[in-house]
């Protein structure tokens, strides 16, 4: 299934930074967008593969949380 997701990014000292907005634990540094891109691409697919599955659907819970910003 693919899922629409957001690339932030930024160019600090001729370097490409960015990070995925709503998974902010993905972050990367390269030199070219594209570099940039793929680097994260792969972190995601890197940090999907190794997610633990839960023992049992049943105990996976969510909960409604409010957050602030300024």
Do not use: C, H
């Not at 967008?33 to 792969?42: I, N, R």
Request: hydrophobic share 35%.
């Amino acid at each position: 299934m693919k899922k629409p997701y957001t690339l932030v990014y930024w160019e600090d000292d001729g370097k490409f930074v960015g990070r995925i907005r709503e998974l902010p634990a993905i972050s990367a540094q390269e030199s070219t967008l594209e570099e940039l891109e793929e680097s994260l691409k792969s972190a995601y697919k890197t940090l999907i593969t190794n997610l633990p599955e839960p023992k049992s659907i049943k105990l996976v819970q969510t909960k409604s949380i409010t957050l602030f910003s300024k």
